[in-house]
């Protein structure tokens, strides 16, 4: 169903904005806040999902499980040698 809603400006940028950064569209974001609003399940997609999923969700059972020995790179001293300069030794 097609409908008209009055939004404010700001919130409507902020969604827009969200939409984008999850790769949706804005109706796919508001339909899902309405769900969410009124507790009616989201429907099935043909891969189980309504929506495409984000890579953080794709990922999720696997963060964290790659262990480089560091639990800082940046800590380590080897690792941040020349950091910040040129392939010349320059700053």
């Known amino acids: 169903m097609r409908t008209t809603v009055d939004i404010p400006d700001e919130l409507f940028r902020q969604a827009k904005a969200v939409a984008a950064l ?3 569209k804005l109706k796919d974001l508001v339909e899902e806040g309405l769900r969410r609003v009124v507790g009616a399940p989201e429907p099935e997609g043909p ?7 984000t ?3 794709l990922m999720k059972k696997w963060r964290g ?3 480089s020995g ?3 790179l940046a ?3 080897k690792h941040m040698e020349g ?3 040129d392939s010349m030794g320059n700053r």
């Open 70 to 72: 560091v639990e800082d």
């Open 22 to 24: 999850q790769g949706r």
């Open 55 to 57: 890579l953080t969700e």
């Open 83 to 85: 950091f910040g300069r």
């Open 65 to 67: 499980i790659v262990d």
């Open 47 to 53: 891969a189980g999902n309504s929506r495409a999923r």
């Open 75 to 77: 800590s380590d001293p």
